[in-house]
């Protein structure tokens, strides 16, 4: 069978891509195999799972493998859009395909076969001296064309030769995502954000993105761990030069994601963080910030201030999640000294005082960051859930109840289930202290379903350590050890220590 799509065609019995100049492409099996699923589903959006099992169904296949053929496809159709990425659901054939057959292929091919293969094909059968060395010098010719075709697939896919045909100052480097969140649900994170973003940075002309195909041969060659260290980071930019590179991290919860990054320059680098509770609209802030910054030299006094302020949380941020909270409590202090509706500053700042048992001034800091928001604000229901959480570990239960349940009657539209189940624990907390073992339990079920449905295995491990503490209360040997089994098989599963 033979596909014609953008004025290329694609021949299944003979691996090869015609060009719309008529020259052939040999493609490699696996490339190929990825390319013919597209043409028998144009035009479709196909799940990266079924990508991998249709192409890689006789190995074990990771993503990289994907975007690995996915950038070559692309190669081979330069100039052309003919794969739109839909982020975390898959990919799409842009094009129409119509199929032919192959005479109609071979007359199609005819008029556009040009060079010394037609000259080779239309020799007359001579076996004379004269003609068997024209013969021998034709097809010498057609050795050494494709020996420089050869060389040059090998310059363009391995990546240490002639680094200056492919690398400019002009370039911008995008590292994979490190993933700080537990479990297997974000493992596509480092890979597959890396591809997002490389899609949708927009650098100001002459700057151009290095493309995931060129990155994933750096990865290999350097043998890149998923958690890099910045030793690591420091050997690609030796290698590379690029004028910027983009290193980003991903921690919190699902539902509650921190994306904060550092865009590094060869005299001075930049950082911030981003939250949401979508990583689709995550990455797209993510490119739209970096784009800015890229073709930003000189902000204004409004940009300074909040590149600034951006940096001040990035910092913090990753103090906090080295659990250095005494270094971390006064940048986010600073931070809030620019802008005092930063509610994420707020927010961080008070859990980290909790952290340090600093009760008295983790409420004093709530309660100014409540009197800048309105209960119609997303975080509102989280400082007050963080309040409650305070007072619940001073032991002032009454007034941990009431902001619970403030904070839960403004989630019972169903939005943030992760703080609903953070609230239902704090709850189930209040009621065991309070010996009503029943309703105890009842809402630490509540916290437990919520989490599983939104596939979070930190919270499910920390709601089964309650249950297996509830039962123990209550002399429940057998339910007791159920429960921290499960618990401990969700942490093993995870690598929670």
Known sequence: MIYETGGHFVDANQLTVTLPDGKVLAVRPKTFALLLVFMRKPQTLLSKQLLI???????????????????????????????????????????????????????TIAAKQIGLTEEIATLPIDKSPRARLKLKKAWLAVAAIALAFISALATHYWPMTKLEDKLTTNTVLVLPVRNHIAGSDHLWTYYGLLDQLNSQIQPPSPLRMLS?????????????????????????????????????????????????????????????VLFGNDLRALSTQLATELSRLLGNDQPDENEARQDFSSTLMATALDYKNDNQCQ?????????????????????????????????????????????????????????????????????????AQDNIELSQQLLQSGQDPLYQAYNWQVNGHILAQNRDFSLAQEALDKALALHESIHCPVGQNSVLMQLHQLFLTQNNYAQAKQALDRATQIARDIGLK
């Not at 859009?81 to 799409?92: A, C, E, L, S």
């Not at 998923?226 to 030069?241: G, P, T, V």
């Open 53 to 107: 099992d249709k192409v890689w169904d006789d190995v074990h296949a990771q993503e990289k493998n994907l975007f690995q053929a996915i950038a070559e496809v692309r190669e081979i159709f330069k100039g052309k859009q003919v794969i739109k990425t839909f982020p975390r659901k898959g990919y799409r054939w842009q094009l129409a395909v119509s199929s032919l057959i192959e005479a109609d292929f071979s007359q």
């Open 212 to 272: 995931t195909e060129f990155v994933l041969q750096y990865i290999d060659y350097l043998n890149l761990q998923r958690q890099y260290s910045n030793k690591d980071i420091h050997k690609f930019l030796q290698l590379l030069k690029p004028y910027a590179s983009v290193v980003a991290e991903l921690a919190g919860s699902v539902g509650d994601y921190q994306l904060s990054y550092r865009l590094i320059f060869r005299d001075h680098e930049k950082k911030g």
């Open 327 to 399: 270094q971390a409590v006064p940048l986010f202090k600073s931070a809030l000294a620019l802008n005092k509706n930063n509610k994420h500053a707020w927010l961080l700042l008070a859990q980290c005082l909790i952290y340090q048992h600093k009760y008295q001034a983790a409420e004093n800091e709530l309660k100014q960051a409540l009197a800048y928001s309105t209960p119609s604000s997303p975080l509102h229901p989280r400082l007050l859930h963080w309040l409650a959480t305070s007072h619940s570990a001073q032991g002032e239960f009454s007034q």
